[in-house]
């Protein structure tokens, strides 16, 4: 299994925010969390800033939409060029037409849930994403204790998809470390993401590393990258 590590930029110094998004480009993909103080309590970026980081990053873009009425807003993500754009379940009212949206307008598209909501009504659907984001802190904050009982969440996904045999990648979001990464790998996450495990090091390219190397040894498969 391919093992993916999504740094945060979250986590980074805004002041430095070019400095620290090139900073990780041993990483897979800039993980962006895109929050509108209405779905969670929290305001951070908007169309404008991804389309900039859009412009400078090193890596791909991946969108973590933090956002009401995720049906009209998510299509514009992708036409910024986003390679990834995540949108909630709890926040779209088609989670079916929004994801097509999303695929017609080149970019994946990408499920997510809170750590409440029950996965079950959508493993039917999981054709029609190319990753389901399980939520592993309640969303709107960086720096949140990672909660292990939306582990069999994430084991029933990844049963769904090997029974399938889906091309669908399982992220988790939130407390992801060193200490936590290897029980995600375990129950069948294959990407990661992580942001002050990664931008509190004095090494992020190391950080990067130790992280990458704890997921495979602990993932489905055989390990690599993409």
């Keep these: 299994m391919t093992v993916r590590i999504n740094p945060s ?23 962006v969390d895109v929050m509108d103080n209405h779905f969670v309590p929290n305001l951070t970026f908007g169309p404008q800033m991804v389309g900039r980081l859009q412009a400078i990053a090193p890596i791909p873009l991946d969108v973590h939409l933090m956002i009401s009425d995720a049906d009209r807003w998510a299509p514009g993500y992708a036409e910024l060029g986003a390679f990834s754009v995540t949108f909630h379940a709890e926040a779209a009212s088609d989670v079916v037409e929004t994801a097509r949206a999303l695929r017609e307008r080149g970019s994946r598209a990408g499920l997510a849930v809170k750590p409440g909501t029950a996965i079950e009504p959508y493993l039917e659907l999981l054709p029609e994403f190319d990753q389901v984001l399980v939520m592993t802190v309640e969303p709107g904050f960086s720096g949140q204790s990672f909660m292990a009982e939306t582990m069999p969440k994430l084991r029933t996904l990844r049963q769904a998809v090997e029974r399938h045999g889906l091309d669908v990648w399982l992220q988790v979001d939130g407390g992801i470390a060193l200490d936590t990464i290897g029980i995600a790998a375990e129950a069948g996450a294959d990407t990661f993401v992580a942001g002050s495990a990664v931008y509190g090091r004095d090494s992020v390219e190391a950080a990067i590393a130790e992280l990458r190397s704890a997921a495979e040894a602990h993932s489905h498969g055989t390990p690599g990258r993409v």
């Design 9 to 31: 930029i979250l986590s980074a110094d805004f002041v430095n925010l070019q400095r620290d998004v090139e900073r990780i480009a041993s990483a897979d993909l800039v993980h």
